[in-house]
């Protein structure tokens, strides 16, 4: 049995060997969701290969609180450390938080900036789609983590 999952490891690791290379386009949709504080949240995002397996992926998450309005911006850079149909990837960049606990009074958004870092994997379905996963933890605020899926269609390549 060990033997047969390691073959298959070595089969998805070198029968499937294709990186993320330079100039490949992904956007992604999905959902996000505060695992301290139990918020639901969508979020949209692009991922842009710089580098071969060096990208940068700028997203948004409008979060749905139980009261007030609240939105974040990531400004991600990501390193793939595998290749094949299921890329993981270490992750760190920017984050900034809005908060505003009073929607309709004038002044009351707060905006937390901070870093996060986290890891997450893409697994490759088809051609143009695919599925990725991320766990990060944010530092504004309690460093709160962050669980993140989404829906991967491939632009470029």
Do not use: C
């Not at 749905?64 to 993981?88: E, H």
């Not at 707060?110 to 143009?128: H, P, Q, Y």
């Amino acid at each position: 049995m060990k033997k047969s999952i390691l073959l298959l490891f070595a089969f998805l690791a070198f029968g499937f060997a294709y990186a993320q290379e330079q100039g490949d386009v992904r956007i992604q949709v999905g959902p996000d969701y505060k695992l301290n504080i139990n918020d639901i949240g969508a979020h949209a995002g692009v991922e842009y290969v710089f580098v071969d397996n060096l990208s940068i992926a700028p997203s948004f998450t409008y979060w749905f609180p139980d009261f007030g309005r609240s939105s974040n911006l990531n400004m991600d850079l990501r390193y793939y450390l595998t290749k094949g149909v299921s890329q993981v990837y270490v992750m760190g960049g920017y984050s900034n938080i809005w908060l505003n606990t009073q929607p309709g009074l004038p002044g009351q958004t707060l905006s937390r900036s901070g870093g996060n870092f986290g890891l997450g994997a893409f697994l490759d379905i088809a051609e143009s789609f695919g599925i990725n996963t991320e766990f990060k933890i944010q530092s504004q605020n309690t460093r709160q983590p962050v669980l993140r899926l989404g829906l991967v269609f491939k632009v470029g390549s």
